[in-house]
């Protein structure tokens, strides 16, 4: 909450876009646990310190979003916002206790490329507030 609250303020002062335009978009926050395959093929989420986040669009939906493909939808081509999904990963990775972070946009600086990670920025907390592991 720490992190969401503080990107929240430095979005809005630094980038110069409203609270809203700011927000992440929370996908998958956690699974059951490790005994059972989760359907989406998640290996992490089932201990509480792993979310996934829908990457920033140009028109403020809160349709999924591609680093690297047009959106599915007719009309809307160009929509993802690289610039404040990538300050979001740049400030994310500056986290005192973000321990991984995956994102397959090779202009994001701190995100280490992971398949399957096109479509969404998988961010990890680390107990002893350790620093990012690549």
Do not use: K
Not at 14 to 34: W, Y
Not at 61 to 71: F, G, I, L, T
């Amino acid at each position: 909450l720490a992190l969401v609250a503080d990107w929240q303020a430095s979005c809005q002062q630094t980038l110069g876009l409203s609270g809203e335009r700011c927000a992440p978009m929370v996908g998958d926050l956690s699974f059951m646990d490790d005994r059972r395959p989760d359907p989406l093929g998640h290996q992490d989420h089932y201990r509480g310190d792993c979310v996934d986040l829908r990457l920033w669009r140009t028109d403020g939906s809160r349709y999924e979003a591609w680093w690297n493909q047009p959106d599915d939808r007719t009309g809307r081509v160009d929509v993802y916002d690289g610039p404040t999904t990538r300050a979001f990963v740049a400030f994310a990775a500056s986290r005192s206790g973000v321990s991984t972070l995956y994102f397959n946009d090779p202009a994001a600086m701190g995100a280490t490329p992971m398949r399957g990670h096109d479509d969404h920025i998988h961010l990890c907390w680390s107990e002893d507030g350790g620093a990012l592991s690549r």
